[in-house]
T-cell receptor, first 116, second 119 residues
Framework: DGGITQSPKYLFRKEGQNVTLSCEQNLNHDAMYWYRQDPGQGLRLIYYSQIVNDFQKGDIAEGYSVSREKKESFPLTVTSAQKNPTAFYLC???????????????FGPGTRLLVL | AQTVTQSQPEMSVQEAETVTLSCTYDTSESDYYLFWYKQPPSRQMILVIRQEAYKQQNATENRFSVNFQKAAKSFSLKISDSQLGDAAMYFCAYLRSGPGGTSYGKLTFGQGTILTVHP
């Protein structure tokens, strides 16, 4: 089955600890994205990557880092600098192109991050 | 900066009835894409329907249709013959279109509308 997988489903972080959220897609999509969702709110963009070895900051990149070494993978690290990391994190991907279909973003199931 | 506003925090509908969810957006761009996503209790975001700004014709997907009013910057979602499985939070989202139709990548979301379906 083609799709986007995220792991783990739940993640607990201790104070001062860095944690990494995994996002993998087998849709052959060029672009991948990380969004953060706080309770009762919409999503906000953290980072996105249009091609391998390239990525751009979104609206709330502080305290986060990413890498894009492979087309299929776009891991997100929540660093100790992120003071309020408790949230639901969603990864998305899209083909990228010039049509509505190519620009449509599809989402993974999400990871819930909690601070101990 | 673009903003998306969903003025109805909660809506309810009887099963088999029709409901309309409102969305307005603010942009100075002429080319963009608009989306409605559904987020059920599982919290996965599921695409419901999408529309290109330059197309006058309103998009439809089975029981779901939109009323796109470009001049008014309005993009409402109509759900016909509502089903219990339609209960979810619905998000309206905007994607700016760049040169040649490629986007700048960032989806801007509204705050969401919680839809309850009563049997």
């Amino acid at each position: 089955d083609g799709g986007i997988t995220q792991s783990p489903k739940y993640l607990f972080r201790k104070e001062g600890q860095n944690v990494t959220l995994s996002c993998e897609q087998n849709l052959n999509h060029d672009a991948m994205y990380w969004y953060r969702q706080d309770p009762g709110q919409g999503l906000r963009l953290i980072y996105y990557s249009q091609i391998v070895n390239d990525f751009q900051k979104g609206d709330i990149a502080e305290g986060y880092s990413v890498s894009r070494e492979k087309k299929e993978s776009f891991p997100l690290t929540v660093t100790s600098a992120q003071k309020n990391p408790t949230a639901f994190y969603l990864c998305a991907s899209s083909m990228r192109g010039r049509t509505l279909k190519q620009e449509t973003q599809y989402f993974g199931p999400g990871t819930r991050l909690l601070v101990l | 900066a673009q903003t998306v506003t969903q003025s109805q925090p909660e809506m309810s509908v009887q099963e088999a009835e029709t409901v309309t969810l409102s969305c307005t957006y603010d942009t100075s761009e002429s080319d963009y894409y608009l989306f409605w996503y559904k987020q059920p209790p599982s919290r996965q975001m599921i695409l419901v329907i999408r529309q290109e700004a330059y197309k006058q014709q309103n998009a439809t997907e089975n029981r779901f249709s939109v009323n796109f009013q470009k001049a008014a910057k309005s993009f409402s979602l109509k759900i016909s013959d509502s089903q219990l499985g339609d209960a979810a939070m619905y998000f309206c989202a905007y994607l700016r279109s760049g040169p040649g139709g490629t986007s700048y990548g960032k989806l801007t979301f509204g705050q969401g509308t919680i839809l309850t379906v009563h049997p």
